[in-house]
């Protein structure tokens, strides 16, 4: 496959563009993807598009001659986001809708599940469409997987299928903690249980490969536009000089992982992962609780001229997950021999420039 050496994954954003091509020169073992056609669906989040980024960038620097299938609903949206990128011969636009039987032409030899409600609003809102999008979708893509007999599936699960813990241990693969089944909230990791259990479902009675990323909160370079998580509040707070205001009093222990440590993670399970097992995605380093790293942004990031406002309303109308004590184990993963690169620190001041480049590219 001949690519277009002019056209970079991400020419307007320099740190993003560092970062696709350190994950293209890594040690991640990419001999039996060579020639292989890879399915990525959610490729308009963040992960996917980045995921659908790093593969590109992985045609050009190692000549990987991957076929990347771009699985989106909304092509403009697509544009929007790669740009000229998909001008290149390697990515192929895929229109469908989760919720509705896939088709896709031509063989299909690995998939990365990354669709999903991440809206923690709509998740309060719409829970019966966060439920059926999780569920439905999945479904559907390991249908689409048992047909093609694809090599292997890698499913984006959440940290949140853990539950509420009481911090007492590091948390690892084989435990499991309480979720309330009568919260309404409860919708995004009971149903990111259902779609784990459903993943094991379809590798026991039709023998698909599939393995299990569960995910801690991942950011860095690269976030969308109207990113509104809380990583990207701090950190626009950080670059306008405005007061952080906490809806929650932040006691949640949150678990984090910079975008492109993620990336290499979900590759290296495709590669080296097993069927059927369970891998948390998360660097030890960067755990701490929402209030504390609302304090680091505003001292260290913004050198405290902002500061950390509380305003707690008396119901959860923005979604947020119930307070946890949790701090996930990352051994599993490490075992795989993927080391996590970026702290705390390093993940916002890459993110912030990142940022700062895209409004430029804006003006």
Known sequence: MVIDQMILESPKDSFLQEDLESIAGSNIPMEELKGSSILVTGATGLVGSQMVRALAC?????????H???LVRNPEKARRIYGDLLDRRDIELVQGDLMRSLKVKGGVDYIIHGAAVTVSKMMVTEPVNTIMTAIDGTRNVLELAREKNVRAMVYLSSMEVYGKWDGSSDVTEDKMGYVDPLAVRSNYPESKRM???MCIAYLSQYQVPVRIARLAQTFGAGILPGENRVFAQ???SAMNGTDIVLHTKGL???NYCYTADTIRALLTILVKGKNGEAYNISNEEN???IADMAEFAAEKLAGGKIRVVFDIPQSNTFGYAAD???KLSAAKMRSLGWEPQYNMEQCYRRMMGSMRCMQEEQK
């Open 252 to 254: 949640s222990e949150g």
């Open 234 to 236: 701090f950190a626009r």
């Open 287 to 289: 755990h701490t609780t």
């Open 68 to 70: 990347i299938l771009a």
């Open 58 to 66: 992985m045609n050009r620097l190692r000549q990987t001659d991957i």
């Open 324 to 326: 946890t004590k949790m």
């Open 195 to 197: 779609c784990e259990n």
